[in-house]
């Protein structure tokens, strides 16, 4: 069983970054396509950013232009860098990752904890 670990949120200014990490830890599944979701409360979960296996990416309207998510294969490792943070960006963020065990394996897809952002002043 793959283990996705995420860190990097936390309390921030509206206007300021932060940068979030979910890496695959304890086994040999690796990543090839991620996404981020959000949850804030008394809301469903959202999309937020999407990576492909192919590396292309795409973005929820409210954050396009503030938010990037990249992959880093050689850490095993999804990021989503936050820009220009606002109070309504507040929520728990999970990560999704899909990959596989080998090469010509099948496709698995796991979840994040979660991660809380808080954007206040």
């Known amino acids: 069983q793959v283990q996705l670990v995420e860190s990097g949120g936390g309390l921030v200014q509206p206007g300021g970054s932060l940068r979030l990490s979910c890496a695959a830890s304890?086994?040999?599944?690796?990543?090839?396509?991620g996404g981020w979701y959000r949850q804030a409360p008394g809301k469903q979960r959202e999309l937020v950013a999407a990576v492909t296996s192919g590396g292309t990416t795409n973005y929820a309207d409210p954050v396009k232009g503030r938010f990037t998510i990249s992959r880093d294969n050689a850490k095993n490792t999804v990021y989503l860098e936050m820009n220009s943070l606002k109070p309504e960006d507040t929520a728990v963020y999970v990560c999704?990752?899909?990959?596989?065990?080998?090469?010509?394996?099948?496709?698995?897809?796991?979840w994040g904890q979660g991660t809380q952002v808080t954007v206040s002043s």
């Open positions: 304890g086994s040999r599944f690796r990543i090839n396509a």
């Open positions: 999704n990752a899909g990959g596989r065990y080998s090469d010509y394996g099948s496709f698995y897809s796991y």
